[in-house]
């Protein structure tokens, strides 16, 4: 909630049935402000608010209420006059957006409340792959043709600009075809009798309609862009991305890849609106998954059981190492995953960044390994006194520790490449898997350089 807004005084103000007075305070709000506050209310309390709106800003508020579910019931309590207000005031890509999380029902309905044409472009922008530039595009901007004077321009987006998404940026076609960019800046600065062909830009950054939009989101950042044209195969231009567009699919995408990250199925409800079954449902495939790979950690421990028998104190470094393996992935597979989101490393690059990878893990195993000698020696065996704990169970231990850094170096920065080489999510290739493959390696490792060096 806004600082200058006590969301106390408002929820108390509706439990009052203060209505008139609240109205006030809403419509001194910013309409994110007045969301969340939605977001605090019940069924009941949230539809009699939401009448309480004038009907450009209740369209607004609608838009950033989080959870899906709120707009549905909103959408069942208002009469098909309203429900046409409000779908009257928001703009195209919203509509789509809002119809893509409801249910069937619902959808034929909004669709019944829309007009023909606005009917068509939303089935259009449906058609369109989820996770592709066209099915978060807008089709609502301005474009000019390239013979148009500045002044005529002018009056084209006074006639149709307002219920544009952005009119700061226009988009110069000849049958519909993009040749170019003017800026309204441009335009200002420019005499009314200039040709806007003239003045546009030809050099245009575009996408098309089939492009990834995780892709088209990075776009953004690296063009420093605040709309994209979003063009078919034969360069025509259907429609527009925007800013805010972008930064929702930089969100969805870090939310989700986190998630993945951290072995949890991708959600797209709130975590408190979020029902026990359903988190249980998205966290228990991944932890089965990863429950019976683990079972090779118990298959190497069984196998060289007679050697822990014979120097049992080699038990109580398992832990340590197979921690710091694991530690050890999840860096290189983090700095990898987010170098390959942001196009800086692709597959071909996989022998650089593993002799990269390497050359760290050899410094970082070294450095680890000195001290955890120093620390074996000093604090094991002096002060806990372990005689058992000598020289060569020292070295054994350090040897496993450097050589595990350098494997979990590898195979963490190789996974995430590999996957997205084959088309998996780098992400799924992230910590818990890399630590499940890392302890299996780190075991192997670990007990056939004691059977070797202490001779079990």
Not at 126 to 132: A, Q, V
Not at 159 to 182: A, H, M, S, W
Not at 368 to 391: G, S
Request: aromatic share 8%; charged share 25%; proline share 3%.
């Amino acid at each position: 909630m806004h600082e200058n807004y006590d969301l106390k005084m408002l929820l108390d103000l509706v439990e009052r049935k203060q209505f008139r007075q609240l109205r006030e305070h809403l419509l001194e709000m910013n309409e994110v402000d007045v969301a969340e506050f939605l977001d605090e209310l019940d069924v009941e309390q949230l539809i009699l608010v939401f009448r309480l709106l004038p009907k450009d800003t209740a369209a607004e508020v609608f838009t950033y209420l989080e959870d899906s579910e709120d707009q549905e019931k909103l959408i069942g309590a208002l009469s098909d006059r309203e429900l046409r207000e409000v779908l009257d005031e928001l703009y195209l890509d919203d509509t789509v957006d809002i119809i893509e999380d409801m249910p069937a029902n619902v959808v034929s309905r909004i669709l019944r409340n829309t007009d023909a044409s606005t009917r068509s472009q939303i089935n259009q922008l449906l058609n369109y792959p989820k996770d592709s530039a066209g099915s978060i595009m807008t089709t609502e901007f301005v474009f000019l043709h390239p013979e148009a004077t500045v002044e005529e321009s002018f009056n084209r987006i006074r006639k149709v600009g307002l219920d544009k998404e952005t009119v700061y940026t226009c988009y110069v076609t000849r049958n519909r075809v993009l040749l170019g960019v003017v800026t309204v800046k441009r335009m200002l600065l420019s005499s009314y009798e200039t040709h806007i062909g003239d003045i546009m830009e030809t050099n245009v950054i575009s996408v098309n309609t089939h492009e990834d939009k995780e892709d088209v989101a990075q776009m953004f950042s690296k063009y420093d862009l605040s709309a994209l044209p979003v063009v078919d195969g034969e360069n025509r231009l259907v429609g527009i991305i925007t800013f805010d567009d972008a930064m929702d699919v930089i969100e969805e995408e870090t939310t989700e890849d986190f998630e993945k990250m951290a072995a949890i199925l991708p959600s797209d409800k709130p975590y408190l609106k979020t029902g026990v079954f359903e988190t249980w449902r998205s966290r228990i495939p991944w932890l089965m998954m990863l429950m019976l790979s683990a079972t090779f950690s118990g298959m190497i421990i069984t196998y060289f059981e007679s050697a822990l028998a014979a120097c049992v104190v080699l038990t109580s470094f398992i832990t340590m190492l197979s921690g710091t393996g694991g530690n050890s992935g999840s860096q290189s597979s983090v700095a990898v995953i987010r170098a390959l989101s942001l196009g800086e490393v692709e597959f071909g690059d996989m022998l650089a960044v593993v002799w990269k990878e390497v050359r760290v893990a050899c410094l970082c195993g070294s450095c680890l390994a000195a001290a955890n000698f120093v620390k074996m020696m000093v604090v094991d065996r002096w002060l806990m006194n372990k005689p058992e704990v000598t020289v060569p169970v020292a070295v054994v231990v350090c040897l496993t520790l450097m050589l595990t850094v350098i494997c979990a170096k590898i195979v963490g920065c190789t996974l995430p490449m590999a996957a997205e080489k084959v088309g998996i999510d780098p992400a799924v290739m992230a910590a818990p898997f890399i630590t499940t493959v890392v302890d299996a390696l780190s075991l192997l490792i670990y007990f056939t350089i004691a059977t070797q060096v202490l001779g079990l």
